[in-house]
């Protein structure tokens, strides 16, 4: 199937599949809330109505649509079906893989919504809360994830399928696993969030906290929700993450081990960064409480203050923290059962995501500290309580950054001491670097701007009015920002050179290799067959009787190196010449002999 006829028919199918699934939703959605208005369902049916209109044009969305659609649908099917080449070529185009991608996640995007809809519709009756915005048709929702579900389903079978059957490569590969692993963080994340909301309102009801008492009842449409992210979230992940276990299983038929994608770690990457992220947060906001309270200048006090501050934060955090570690334990097993690059590979993520994490936290609370002690310099007025209380948030901060980068970078280096070859050419450490880099620039580049605009400005009798309290974050950002860059792009460009290096050196060893190679080769040829060498042919004339075989002998003793009389035996034994007798001779003489 060519380029052109590809676009134009999965271009119209998937136009022609929008018509058609907007109409049968209308459909579905208008039977389902007539059912239920007859059987006087209201919490169910809503209160719209019915119009003329409405089920018109869903048939009319139906009837030109589905032919449309089912026409080219099948011309797609012969485009991917057989053994030839060009079936072949279909299977592994990017366009298919993205269709079926797009395809398959806007179907499952609008499932999810509206299956949350529904959990949660389910669950405030079950808790008694009364509907929020009332008025809402459950029976839209159900209409829509019997529409929906189905063609995702789909789509995302057909892919799997295609998976099985040839070796995906390219942009054919790794699209598919895009939407199979972006889908499993979607749904871990739903999972984790539900989780975490469901323990906060638990505590909050434990702690006392305000709105959370026993006549409050807001509190509990704030728990079904959670729950129904719980409910949706395990669905999603379930699924993609068995499909995901699926095509590990299947390697073999597949011919690639989906362990070693790079689509899989960037996924195992980001939820231990988010878990690392999360609960560094919390941690840090317990801190800051935690020191608000010593130095006397909290909000409030008492053990419910105490609790819902301090310890509240650090069990939100919790299913962040587990999500994480599980998954970390997950890539360290997965690694270790394929090989030892693997598992140093494994390490080397963690390592560098733990210092990326914990450089950022020491970046942020060292640039905020240092411009708050900037604002005191400058003689800005700042509120005593209020600059304790952010000198302790800001210490916090720093105080989780430094637990976090100090083992993790003390680690990395020793890594990269022990072996630089591999450690210092890896592609995650020298991401890592370019991107504490680039972000250093990011951050300082705009602060240094400002602040030369505003000296600028305030010299040529602008505004000079709270120059000090204007001037001192991004003072502070591009001091901490520029340190930071200088230390990491030093060792940026000391590792290009490293490699550049390097790389010099592997090429000259293979050249040298080669050359062994080609001299070893050469020498077992001339072993075994004779060099090419010039050749001259002479005939050795005497007269009859005389001993020829002696007299090459006798040639041969004194011939140079590398000079050969062949025809005659070394040893003396006479081969049995070719004697030519003329009948005459030139100058009338006897006859000769003569030998080749």
Not at 85 to 106: M, P, Q
Not at 150 to 163: C, E, F, K, Q, T
Not at 371 to 392: K, L, T
């Amino acid at each position: 199937m060519g380029a052109a006829k590809r676009v134009y028919l999965y271009t119209v199918s998937a136009i022609s599949l929008l018509v058609v699934s907007v109409g049968l939703y209308n459909l579905v959605a208008l039977v389902l809330g007539e059912l239920a208005d007859a059987f006087g369902a209201s919490v169910i049916g809503g209160d719209r109505g019915t119009g003329r209109e409405q089920i018109s044009l869903a048939i009319a969305l139906v009837v030109v649509g589905l032919p449309i659609f089912a026409i080219h649908w099948v011309f797609v099917q012969r485009g991917w079906r057989g053994t030839d080449e060009a079936a072949f070529e279909e299977r592994h185009s990017s366009l298919r893989a993205f269709h079926f991608g797009l395809v398959a996640t806007i179907a499952l995007a609008v499932s999810t919504f509206a299956a949350l809809q529904i959990v949660n519709e389910a669950l405030t009756i079950l808790l008694g809360v009364d509907r929020f915005g009332g008025g809402g048709r459950l029976t839209d929702d159900v209409a829509m994830v019997l529409v929906a579900g189905p063609i995702w389903w789909y789509h995302a079978r057909r892919r799997s399928a295609d998976l099985r059957h040839d070796r995906l490569t390219g942009a054919s590969a790794w699209l598919t696993r895009l939407h199979r692993y972006g889908w499993s963080f979607a749904g871990l994340m739903f999972l984790v969030i539900g989780t975490s909301g469901v323990v906060e309102n638990l505590a909050s009801v434990v702690i006392g906290r305000s709105g959370f008492g026993a006549d409050d009842r807001l509190w509990l449409g704030q728990l079904a929700w959670s729950l129904s992210a719980i409910a949706v979230g395990s669905a999603l992940f379930w699924f993609h993450a068995d499909d995901a276990r699926g095509v590990i299983r299947d390697a073999e038929i597949i011919g690639e081990d989906d362990r070693a994608t790079a689509t899989r770690a960037a996924y195992f990457g980001v939820v231990i960064l988010v878990g690392l992220t999360d609960v560094g947060v919390t941690i840090a906001a317990s801190i800051a409480a935690l020191g608000e309270r010593v130095l006397g200048v909290a909000d409030a006090s008492g053990m419910s203050s105490f609790l819902e501050l301090v310890v509240g934060p650090l069990l939100v955090a919790v299913p962040f923290a587990v999500a994480g570690w599980l998954h970390w334990a997950a890539l360290l097993r997965e690694a270790r059962g394929r090989s030892l690059i693997a598992l140093a590979s494994a390490a080397r993520l963690e390592l560098h995501l733990g210092a990326g994490v914990g450089l950022a936290f020491l970046a942020v609370g060292a640039a905020q500290l240092l411009g708050r002690v900037i604002e005191v310099i400058v003689g800005s007025e700042v509120g005593d309580d209020f600059f304790r209380r952010e000198i302790v948030r800001f210490i916090a901060l720093m105080v989780v950054g430094a637990a976090l980068w100090i083992p993790s970078w003390t680690a990395i280096v020793r890594r990269r001491g022990a072996d630089p070859s591999t450690e210092r050419r890896a592609t995650t450490g020298r991401g890592y670097l370019f991107l504490v880099v680039g972000a250093a620039l990011v951050a300082a580049v705009p602060s240094a701007v400002f602040t030369l605009y505003r000296l600028i400005d305030t010299i040529l009798g602008g505004r000079a009015v709270a120059l000090g309290s204007d001037l001192a974050i991004p003072v502070a950002v591009v001091i901490v920002a520029s340190l930071i860059g200088a230390y990491h792009g030093r060792l940026v460009v000391s590792d290009m050179r490293f490699a550049a290096s390097q790389e010099a050196e592997e090429a000259q060893e293979a050249e040298q290799a080669e050359a062994a190679a080609a001299g070893m080769a050469g020498l077992d040829v001339q072993t075994i067959t004779a060099p090419a060498v010039a050749s001259l042919s002479l005939t050795l004339r005497a007269p009859s009787g005389t001993d020829l075989v002696a007299i090459a002998n006798d040639l041969r003793v004194h011939l140079p190196a590398g000079v050969v009389l062949e025809g005659l035996p070394a040893g003396g034994a006479p081969v049995a010449p070719t004697v030519d007798v003329p009948a005459w001779t030139d100058d009338g003489g006897p006859a000769a002999a003569d030998v080749t």
